[in-house]
């Protein structure tokens, strides 16, 4: 059965800063792995969807990548800015199955 | 258009009243899923229906029962609720159930209050 971890679980940085959040997961026969982000009291975001075929996806200031063969996946956010905080999950799909998700990495980006 | 769309907003019901949660989505997405979430948890799933059948059901309680009535539309019946089941419910969709059409999108949630 696959397993999420998230590390930190939460993370305070100035506004300006390259932060790097991490994800590892159990099943390296992972067919894809999804990152979110959700504001509080809100629903859940995607932000980059990684095929197992993947090495890395990009979309604007965030960059995530896949290491199958050690478990791990990051979420590289460039030049934070207060609008970036949130709570960031990852979330690992394998086989037939559905979405396992980490607990999350509560984010916060001070002006 | 990558929107899932659930009503209403927030709900507050007592122990004893019958109340539906409303999904809806337009992206031909023949996947959809109601999980639910607790505060500072992640999300945990709860039904899953592909192409309108359901197929993941992880041991939910009957009191609440899920209906596909079509592709684009998925409701959660509410019946005789406890406080414990207050949390935020959320619908996602994904074009399937695995591999490359996997992406889930998510809906903004459903705020539900039992007293």
């Known amino acids: 059965k696959q397993e999420v971890t998230q590390i930190p679980a939460a993370l305070s940085v100035p506004e300006g800063e390259n932060l790097v959040l991490n994800c590892s997961f159990t099943?390296?026969?992972?067919?894809?792995l999804q990152w979110f982000r959700q504001d509080p009291g809100k629903g859940l975001t995607s932000l980059l969807l990684?095929?197992?075929?993947?090495r890395e996806q990009t979309s604007g200031r965030l960059n995530a990548s896949l290491d199958k063969s050690s478990g791990r996946s990051t979420l590289y956010i460039a030049a934070s800015q207060p609008g970036d905080s949130a709570t960031y999950l990852c979330?690992?799909?394998?086989?037939?199955?559905?979405?396992?998700f980490g607990k999350g990495t509560m984010l916060l980006v001070s002006p | 258009d990558t929107e899932v769309t659930q009503t209403p907003k927030h709900l507050v019901m007592g122990m004893t009243n019958k109340k539906s949660l409303k999904c809806e989505q337009h992206?031909?997405?023949?996947?959809m899923y109601w999980y639910k979430q607790k505060a500072k948890k992640p999300p945990e799933l709860m039904f899953v229906?592909?192409?309108?059948?359901?197929?993941i059901n992880e041991s939910v309680p009957s009191r609440f029962s899920p209906e596909c009535p079509n592709s684009s539309l998925l409701n959660l019946h509410l019946h005789a609720l406890q406080p414990e089941d207050s949390a935020l419910y959320l619908c996602?969709?994904?074009?399937?159930?695995?591999?490359?059409?996997?992406?889930?999108?998510f809906g903004e949630g459903s705020r539900l209050t039992v007293l």
């Open positions: 996602a969709s994904s074009q399937g159930l695995a591999g490359a059409t996997g992406e889930l999108f």
């Open positions: 099943d390296s026969a992972i067919y894809n």
């Open positions: 990684i095929q197992s075929s993947q």
């Open positions: 979330a690992g799909r394998s086989g037939y199955s559905t979405l396992t």
């Open positions: 992206m031909g997405h023949r996947a």
């Open positions: 229906y592909s192409y309108e059948k359901l197929s």
